[in-house]
């Protein structure tokens, strides 16, 4: 027996991380901190790279004009106004705006609708998206053994993707 340790303690004692790697929870910390950084990063990569793309590549189109816009703009006033908004009537002959996965009404980025132009709304919540999404690829990544460097990689890849 070593002195000063206790054998029940040194038999119960869970695993033993590497030397220098630090407390478990200190390194989830310093990955969700990498993951914010390199999806903030990824994110204005290819907001950048976006803008010197020709107009057909950038976020437009019929269906921005014809359907995104004003049916954020409709559940957006319906929400400040105090109301649910259920039925559209300015969609086609109609729609369920309450039901409708593309408007998110109870989605929570989307209250930010209410309180800024819808535009200026749809481009925070776009970018959130592309920014969340290249967060979690790093941390996929980095979780799949991935090293820190091909990791961003795969995240500026998806951001600049153009999928989303």
């Known amino acids: 027996m070593v002195l000063g340790k206790s054998p029940v303690r040194a038999a119960t004692a869970g695993p033993r991380t ?3 790697t630090g407390h478990a929870l200190t390194t989830h910390r310093r990955l969700g901190w990498t993951a914010f950084s390199v999806g903030a990063v990824a994110t204005l990569v290819a907001r950048a790279w976006i803008e010197t793309r020709p107009a057909v590549w950038r976020f437009s189109g019929i269906d921005l004009f014809l359907f995104f816009l004003p049916a954020h703009a409709y559940v957006a006033t319906e929400i400040s106004h105090g109301r649910v908004p259920g039925w559209n009537p300015f969609l086609g002959l109609g ?3 309450v039901a409708e996965i593309q408007t998110g009404t109870f989605y929570p980025p989307n209250l930010l609708f209410v309180g800024l132009p819808t535009a200026w709304a749809l481009e925070v919540v776009a970018t959130f998206h592309i920014a969340l999404a290249a967060a979690g690829v790093f941390v996929l990544c980095r979780r ?3 090293h820190r460097t091909s990791a961003a990689v795969a995240a500026v890849a998806l951001a600049t993707g153009g999928v989303l």
Request: aromatic share 0%; proline share 11%.
């Open 18 to 20: 590497p030397a220098g």
């Open 95 to 97: 729609a369920s705006a």
């Open 144 to 146: 799949s053994g991935l």
